[in-house]
């Protein structure tokens, strides 16, 4: 039927409406190369939103601070960097929760591989700033250099009993809620040391640090 009608049309009415379909097939064409466009660029960026996400993981700085009870005459500290990219170890900052003073600091400047950890015994330095007998919390913080800038982990806190100078535990309290904060970005002068002087002195006479502790 539909030949027959074919046949009875003119054939250059026939030539004439083969543009008019060529341009209906290629709008259609196009809209489901348009949508399939546009389903990829969605999966390109989720996929590259996923990629951003997880790189960031890897390679965001990350320390962890223990503190330990090496013996009942010392105590040791020890930072584990959980993250990839290596850091410079600038300070050590112990205190009581008890007092905002005696608060004990250590300068350093000792590089940390990712995945590895530093060690030190630091029994003097607790004793320093708990006396010979105490029963508290401790909180542990680190100033470390990454990718340029100036971090500062959380304070990680631990139960400490002290009885006649002799350590009878050193206990992890909880984890901090925050992983690791931006103080500065790195300035590269021979004055760095005194910069992050500052920088931690600044930081800890502010009201905002004194935050931390709560």
């Known amino acids: ?13 026939l030539l004439e409406y083969i543009p008019v379909a060529a341009t209906i097939v290629t709008t259609i064409l196009s809209v489901v190369l348009a949508r399939a466009t546009l389903r990829y660029a969605k999966a390109a960026d989720r996929g590259l939103e ?9 390679w965001a700085p990350e320390l962890h601070v223990r503190l330990e009870r090496a013996s009942t005459a010392d105590a040791k500290i020890v930072i584990t960097n959980l993250a990839r990219s290596s850091v410079l170890l600038q300070l050590v900052q112990l205190r009581t929760m008890t007092h905002a003073m005696p608060f004990e600091r250590q300068y350093l400047n000792d590089p940390l591989v990712g995945g590895n950890t530093w060690t030190q015994h630091i029994g003097e330095r607790i004793l320093a700033i708990t006396g010979k007998d105490f029963e508290g919390t401790i909180a542990a913080s680190v100033s470390f250099y990454a990718a340029g800038r ?14 006649r100078g ?4 050193v206990e992890p309290v909880t984890l901090p ?10 300035q590269a002068d021979k004055f760095r040391r005194q910069m992050v002087k500052d920088v ?5 006479g502010s009201k905002k640090a004194d935050g931390d502790f709560e």
Do not use: C, N
């Not at 039927?1 to 009415?13: E, H, K, N, Y």
């Open 1 to 13: 039927m539909l030949m027959v009608i074919i046949g009875r049309v003119p054939f250059s009415t």
């Open 50 to 58: 996923l990629s951003r996400e997880q790189f960031e993981r890897e």
């Open 150 to 163: 100036l971090y500062r982990s959380d304070w990680f806190r631990f139960d400490v009993a002290v009885e």
């Open 166 to 169: 002799r350590f009878e535990k």
């Open 177 to 186: 809620a925050r992983r690791v904060r931006v103080l500065a970005t790195r």
């Open 200 to 204: 931690v002195h600044e930081t800890v």
